[in-house]
């Protein structure tokens, strides 16, 4: 599997591939480090998954995911965040991500991955 980390901060994206390797030894990580650089990252390397944050320079989560859809729209992506659930969960999932994960509860994300991934 090849998942695309998506964060302006290392260490969230180094805690993300810590814990996914832990859970998925064979996963192969790619890194990027705002939305544009998502969307580039996205057609060159063909990810299985993407976990996007939303506040980053360049080009947000939000309008990345809007850019990812409309190249793919079976593409999956889980939205980490340490904003408010009830303040940004709806604009992403109509963006067109599948699920919201607040980066306190980064633990549950290999629970997550594994449901989706079905």
Excluded: W
Aim: aromatic fraction near 4%; charged fraction near 35%.
């Amino acid at each position: 599997m090849k998942i695309l980390i998506v964060d302006d901060n290392k260490q969230i994206r180094n805690l993300i591939k810590k814990i996914l390797k832990k859970t998925f030894p064979d996963v192969i990580a790619v890194e990027a480090t705002d939305g544009k650089d998502a969307v580039e990252q996205f057609t060159k390397e063909k990810p299985d998954l993407i976990t996007m944050d939303i506040l980053m320079d360049n080009m947000d989560g939000v309008e990345a995911i809007k850019k990812i859809i409309s190249i793919s729209d079976k593409t999956k992506i889980i939205v980490i965040s340490q904003l408010p659930e009830d303040e940004y969960k709806q604009e992403t999932l109509n963006a067109g991500a599948i699920e919201y994960l607040n980066k306190e509860s980064l633990t549950l994300l290999p629970e997550m991955i594994t449901r989706i991934c079905k």
